[in-house]
């Protein structure tokens, strides 16, 4: 590219040195170039009080998960994201009968979770009766109300076929390995706050039909209240009976909720966790198991999408997601259930290819970086409030839709996190002073308990403006930065690619100035999301 080898010369772990031309043209392959020369304004140092880090607790990669449902480009479907020890997978759809246990799909479903488990790996294996799926229908056979039984007696047989339906994929899978319990977790349907099961609803209403409602659902708002009693007793309730039945111990997650940053969105997921359930669809004599328990109270989960990648168009409707995921985290502890599990994150709009996302602008090409920004902030949040793997954990859905070898792939930005970090224990580190303006920019500070290095990411705060750097002055709680290498390595992901470049490190010094602006996102260009990542290693390795 025509630049100067010269190391420059910046403070501590901050982040920024690679000039924007340096961001054009990359996505090819891997750019690795020193960084020109950048000058440094000099203050004193500042002494540093020893406090102990937060966190750290498991190998990080333990709080990920990959999803494999949707498209896959260069990947088997069978296959979970490599460096995870857990996925999510979609079984066969409901269609009022029991599984043709000849069938191609289920034979292939049983054979990949089969494969899965023999690798210890965590599989949440979704039911798909009710709820938006990957085709973008949403499957509602079992719809009913209290008079059911005594009005159409079919109806009764559909939830009795459903039951059957459970308790066959429950006893199959959990049989594939005389362990699989403790790693087999079941989600009882996918988004099913959408619009389009608000249309549904209000079909099965109006006395319409309870088929399967096409993806055309304009007009109607998600997260209809009437969704709640039809969904807990038409196909919660008879599901849950049907796995507790099977066994009392299995796990159970709730179906998941879309747009979960929405503060609607946040209420109705606590009033459908507080619902009551009566049972009175349950056959088989299986009421006790449900009559009189909240929601809450039957699943181990509470299963939110998106909470932490944030809205893509309506700022009115998100908080703050740290704000958010406290929320949520709340109502887990109120209901006594085991975690907090967001079973997608990342997304189609930004694990496409960039220019193929849906929406105003194109917004593809961001799988890379959005999963290295996921990592900090799940970890940031896990840390700072001593949640293991079990009670956090996050799945990123998307980082299939790019070949392997593209670089603004989910699975490149979670391939590239597994060599800077390592198999390492990551505990926070305090930032204690920022001269980055708080409502422009959010950074995160680790530490490897394993390795003792330091690793700093810093990213835009939302998608809907850019971070242009010039300086940064930052300080650190509990760190001796004479005790580290002065020479760095700066990690950039974009939408246009990556870049790995190396850099000297004036750790004298707690302020810097670049030689010129950079941006990191756009919002004129793409609605993008950059992150930066610097990594300092410490003089001497940790034992």
Same mark, same amino acid.
């Given at each position: 590219m ?7 010369t910046?403070?501590l772990?901050?982040?920024i ?6 961001f054009?043209?990359c996505?090819s ?16 140092s500042?002494?540093?009080i020893?406090v102990p880090?937060?966190?750290?607790t498991e190998i990080?990669?333990?709080y990920?998960?990959g999803?494999?449902?949707g ?8 296959t979970?994201l490599?460096?995870?020890?857990s996925?999510?997978i979609a079984?066969?759809?409901?269609t009022?009968?029991n599984?043709?246990d000849?069938s191609p799909?289920?034979q292939?479903t ?5 494969g899965e488990?023999?690798k210890d790996h965590?599989v ?6 009710f ?13 009913t ?13 559909s939830i ?5 339906w ?5 006893r ?6 005389p362990?699989? #319990?403790? +790693?087999v977790?079941?989600e009882?349907?996918n988004?099913? =706050?959408?619009a389009c !099961?608000?249309l549904?609803?209000? @079909?099965y209403?109006?006395?319409k039909?309870?088929?399967?409602v096409?993806?055309?659902c304009?007009?109607?708002g998600?997260s ?13 309730a008879?599901?849950v ?5 099977f ?5 159970i ?6 747009a ?11 009033h459908?966790?507080e619902?009551q359930?009566q ?12 009559d009189g328990k ?7 989960? #509470?299963? +939110?999408?998106y909470t932490v990648?944030g809205?893509?168009? =309506?700022?009115?409707? !998100?908080?703050?997601?740290?704000? @958010?995921m ?7 502890q109120?209901h006594?259930m ?9 997304g189609?709009?930004?694990g ?9 602008k194109?917004r ?5 970086s959005?999963v290295?920004?996921?990592i ?6 896990a840390?700072?409030?001593n949640?293991?793997?079990d009670q ?10 790019e070949?392997e070898?593209?670089?603004?792939s989910?699975f490149?930005g979670?391939?590239?996190s597994v060599?800077?970090l390592?198999?390492? +224990? ?7 002073q920022t001269?980055?303006?708080?409502d422009?920019s ?5 530490q490897?308990?394993d390795?003792?290095?330091?690793f700093l990411?810093?990213f835009?705060k939302n ?6 750097l010039n300086q940064w002055t930052?300080?650190?709680e509990?760190v001796?930065?004479q ?12 939408n246009?690619?990556y870049i790995e470049?190396?850099m ?14 950079i941006?990191?996102?756009s919002?004129a260009?793409?609605?993008h ?5 610097i990594?300092?290693d410490?003089?001497?390795p940790?034992?």
């Open positions: 025509g630049m100067s080898k010269n190391f420059l910046i403070r772990l901050i982040v040195a690679v000039p924007f031309v340096l054009q043209n996505s392959g891997v750019v690795s170039s020193a960084i020109p020369g950048l000058n440094v304004s000099k203050s004193s500042t002494s540093i020893p880090l937060v966190g750290g990080w990669s333990n990920f998960g999803d494999n449902g498209p896959v480009s260069g990947h088997s479907a069978a979970p490599p460096g995870v020890n996925f999510r079984g066969p759809a409901f009022g009968t599984i043709d000849s799909a289920w292939a049983k054979a990949g979770v089969l488990l023999s965590d949440i294996y979704l039911l798909r009766s709820g938006m799926q990957f085709s973008g229908t949403i499957q509602f056979l079992t719809l109300d209290p008079n059911a039984c005594q009005a159409d007696q079919n109806k009764c047989a009795l076929a459903l039951q059957k459970v308790t066959q994929q429950v199959e899978i959990l049989a594939l390995r362990n699989a #319990l403790a +790693h977790y079941f009882l349907g988004e099913i =706050n959408s !099961a608000s549904a609803v209000e @079909d209403l109006n006395h039909n309870d088929q399967p096409g993806p055309n304009k007009g109607y998600r209809d209240p009437n969704i709640i009693p039809l969904y807990a007793e038409s196909v919660l008879p599901e009976a049907a796995i507790l039945k066994n009392p111990a299995a796990n997650v709730m179906p998941s909720a879309m979960t940053y929405d503060t609607n969105v946040m209420d109705w997921v606590s459908f966790l619902y359930v049972g009175y669809l349950v056959q088989d004599g299986l009421q006790h198991l449900v909240a929601i809450g109270d039957l699943v181990s989960v #509470l299963n +939110h999408h990648t809205p893509m168009k =309506n700022l009115k409707e !998100a908080g703050p997601w740290e704000t @958010d406290d929320s949520y985290w709340s109502i887990v109120s006594h085991k975690g907090l599990w967001a079973t997608e994150e990342l189609l709009l930004r496409s290819p960039q220019g193929t996302g849906p929406g105003q194109p593809g090409g961001q799988g890379a959005s290295v920004r996921l900090s902030q799940y970890l940031y949040f840390n700072k409030n949640l293991n793997s956090l954990r996050a799945y990123f859905w998307g980082w299939n839709l070949p070898k593209s670089q603004t989910g490149f979670f391939q590239q060599k800077i390592g198999a390492d +224990h990551i505990k926070n580190v305090e930032i204690k001269s980055l303006d708080p422009l959010e950074a995160h500070a680790f490897g308990r390795s003792g290095k330091i990411y810093v835009p998608i809907w403006s850019g971070l242009t930052v300080s650190l509990a001796d930065l005790k580290f290498s002065p020479h760095a390595v700066v990690h950039l992901f974009t246009k690619g470049s190396s000297l490190v004036d750790l004298s010094t707690l302020s810097f100035q670049l030689p010129a602006p941006e990191l996102g919002a260009e793409s609605n999301q950059d992150v930066m990542l990594e300092l410490p003089l001497t940790a034992l």
